[in-house]
């Protein structure tokens, strides 16, 4: 027997992540769909997680409704809700300076986080997130916060982000930059592959981390943050990793599968 089809019992909540697993770009990773229904079919759940700030929730809801896929606000997670959570439980009269989008400025606006802009006034906390509308104000701003005794936070680490048309500076490389830039300051990350990530999980899908499966195409984030945080890491070869990265990472998957219909064929 297939040992990959014994780990998958124990396996109550897949969380899926996007780009790469669920669909390449604009177009959908053929037997997603199907891997679904079978999620369904068989009493699991899904939701989808992100590590993606740059864009809200809406967006991504309303990018999956085109590829026939629909789903409601609680099946879809990204670094940025982590960290939003983050700072309500544990800093929320702190004033934030928030490198990012509209759309996450407005989700932490509307989230109730004390945003500031105020130049004449050092934030406690400034929050980097993938901007994708950067200048060198903004970036200017933030170093001088910090390096003025700001905490520094991040949203998530990855360095790259895919497109259809290759990689793209994600928001681990604007922190290279800021980092050299204060003499070393290093943020303290959220999104995948953090344990918050894994607690905010829990506490929506109200599942065991022994019982969620992290599922995604890249080792050092969504593999990680189950195998590392007491769940369960899933590699589909889908998009980024490939075996040969495997062999010479220290995050090893507890199951590896082609893709998101494979794991279905074994369901």
Not at 105 to 124: C, H, K, R, W, Y
Not at 186 to 193: A, C, L
Request: charged residues 20%.
């Amino acid at each position: 027997m297939d040992s990959r089809k014994e780990f998958l019992k124990k396996i109550k909540y897949f969380v899926l992540d996007m780009d790469g697993t669920f669909y390449l770009g604009n177009k959908i990773i053929p037997g997603s769909l199907e891997f679904l229904k079978k999620v369904e079919e068989t009493g699991r759940h899904f939701m989808f997680f992100t590590n993606n700030s740059s864009k809200s929730p809406s967006v991504y809801i309303q990018k999956l409704a085109g590829m026939n896929c629909f789903i409601n606000r609680e099946q879809i997670m990204t670094s940025g809700d982590v960290t939003i959570q983050y700072l309500k439980t544990y800093f929320p009269e702190k004033k934030v300076y928030l490198l990012g989008t509209e759309a996450l400025v407005a989700s932490f606006m509307e989230s109730g986080i004390n945003l500031t802009n105020d130049s004449g006034q050092n934030p406690d906390i400034v929050v980097v997130g993938f901007d994708t509308t950067l200048t060198y104000e903004k970036l200017s701003k933030t170093c001088t916060y910090i390096r003025n005794g700001a905490a520094f936070f991040s949203t998530h680490c990855d360095i790259n982000c895919p497109t259809e048309d290759g990689f793209i500076p994600d928001v681990g490389s604007f922190n290279a930059c800021i980092s050299l830039s204060t003499g070393g300051k290093q943020p303290r990350y959220f999104g995948k592959p953090n344990l918050e990530t894994v607690e905010m999980v829990v506490q929506r899908t109200g599942g065991r981390p022994e019982e969620i499966a992290f599922v995604g195409d890249r080792l050092y984030t969504d593999v990680a943050t189950g195998v590392k945080n007491g769940s369960n890491g899933i590699l589909v070869l889908s998009g980024e990793a490939s075996m040969a990265d495997v062999e010479k990472s220290d995050v090893k998957p507890d199951a590896i599968f082609e893709n998101l219909a494979e794991i279905a064929s074994l369901l």
